[in-house]
């Protein structure tokens, strides 16, 4: 994993995160998912520097187009983001989630 990846992680993991069980470097079909949440069926991508480059964003859309076809949402993370600003990063993750509170379900 990458260093922004395994930030995220320390927040993630074990169910940290409002009690969701975010798995990492998750299979899904033909695409490994840096990270997953099943109860509300998101993805998160960290995203570094190659993926500002058109190639790269074209086989990112491409990625997130195939997932959300199979009822997954893509959050896609900038890893400057997450190594910068935890809370910002997880502030976009709740937004991605639909979060509204304790007790709200997801959008």
């Not at 949440?37 to 997130?64: F, I, W």
């Not at 893509?74 to 976009?92: S, Y």
Request: hydrophobic share 45%; charged share 25%.
């Amino acid at each position: 994993m990458t260093p922004s990846e395994i930030a995220l992680w320390r927040v993630l993991r074990a169910n940290r995160f409002h009690g969701l069980r975010f798995r990492r470097q998750h299979p899904f079909g033909r695409y490994i998912l840096d990270f997953y949440c099943d109860r509300a069926k998101l993805a998160v991508e960290v995203d570094g520097g190659v993926h500002q480059h058109e190639a790269q964003m074209m086989q990112d859309a491409a990625r997130d187009a195939w997932v959300a076809q199979h009822g997954v949402r893509t959050l896609r993370l900038p890893a400057r983001l997450v190594l910068e600003n935890i809370d910002a990063a997880l502030g976009l993750i709740e937004a991605g989630l639909g979060w509204r509170g304790p007790g709200y379900p997801f959008g």
